[in-house]
């Protein structure tokens, strides 16, 4: 894995079974428009905003430890390569110690190379250090 991907890691007082399950309520964290499954191997979602939309499927689940999120297709219209996304990766690690949780987030492929990486770095941290932080330390839904 290249160090220039994006990544983000929390820790929380949580169990690892409900880091998984945060992880895949993406509607209460990171996208309220949501469509499909984000649990188990071959599971398909999309998320939407306004004119963009980003389509994932689930290639690798262990629960209570991983999921990866493989971008099938994507529309990041504000990109002059809106497919920027397409054929990278999120992958979602989790661990357990002394009762706190860790989640490392890495999307391989974001690199500071893509146009978008800056933007996306900005969105992932509000998204995943702040409102996936928030589900799973205080069960607060995002409102955006």
Same mark, same amino acid.
Request: proline content about 2%; overall charge negative; hydrophobic content about 35%.
């Given at each position: ?8 890691? @929390? ?22 428009? @949501? ?20 389509? @994932? ?57 893509? !146009?978008?990486? !800056?933007?996306?770095? !900005? ?9 996936? @932080? ?11």
């Amino acid at each position: 894995m290249e160090q220039n991907n994006y990544h983000s890691t @929390f820790s929380a007082n949580i169990t690892p079974a409900q880091a998984y399950n945060d992880i895949s309520n993406v509607a209460a964290w990171w996208a309220k428009s @949501f469509k499909g499954k984000a649990q188990q191997v071959g599971d398909t979602f999309t998320v939407q905003f306004g004119d963009t939309f980003v389509a @994932f499927e689930i290639t690798e689940a262990i629960p209570e430890r991983k999921v990866v999120w493989h971008v099938t297709d994507c529309n990041l219209h504000w990109l002059k390569n809106k497919t920027e996304w397409t054929g990278t990766s999120i992958n979602w690690d989790i661990a357990s110690k002394n009762g706190i949780t860790t989640i490392n987030m890495t999307h391989i492929g974001l690199t500071p190379a893509l !146009e978008c990486y !800056e933007n996306c770095r !900005e969105g992932w941290d509000e998204h995943v250090l702040e409102g996936l @932080f928030k589900l799973a330390t205080t069960g607060e839904v995002q409102t955006k």
